[in-house]
């Protein structure tokens, strides 16, 4: 027997910020995508990088977008995962900018992503699969 | 240096029937949402099972979706990500679902799942971030 637990906002967050890579899920040309990304939780934010002019860019300008993470506790079957659903913008503030310097953040894709992209931890919601009975 | 290379659609297919967990990315109450879930390649499509009325049945009825898988090599920043982008339905035919009861397939969260969702690889790409020179 499985059974699936919600997560409260705590051990969402928790678990937000045990892991550093996440999916962003986002519209392209009008179709859904989704791009692994390195990613710190800062601020109750969470903080991705990406480069100026890429698709990430283009889709994060003030626009909804998902970020989930993931996980399996080694047993087939068990496992959970983290929903982050929120309006992302890019951090322009030259103030914001140099504290997040600070912030631990490494791109995906290469050192030339030099654009900070934030997702507000507002919507998060989490679920975990249980083996055995509630 | 680190530099992203496109790969095509013979790798991507390899490295979707090389995995077992991928992400969906869906529209929920209008909002954009990523779910885990355990996957089949079988006859050129995405296959997953889920729950008759769950958000994953609802915003899979005839709607496009996102698909992704990704992983890493072991060493820092290595990684690829594959992404497949189709229309979803489910599989109602009862000649199809004899068939496809073959294909091993586990639900994520339960025994319940009764419902088999797919995804047409049509719009298939990936990429994979390499360390050094191309």
Redesign the interface.
Known sequence: ????EALDRDECLRLLEGRG?G?I???VLD??????V?YAVHDNEILFRTRGGSDLDVATREM?????I?G?DGL??E?W?V?V?GRCSHVTDPAELDEIQDVRL?P????DRDLYVRIPME?VSG?R?HHGHP
Chains 1, 2 share one sequence.
């Open positions: 027997v499985e059974y699936l890579v999916r899920g986002i519209t179709l859904p995508a989704i791009f692994p390195n909804m977008a998902a970020f989930e993931d399996t087939y079957h496992g995962s929903l659903v490494s995906w894709a290469g050192e919507m679920r699969i």
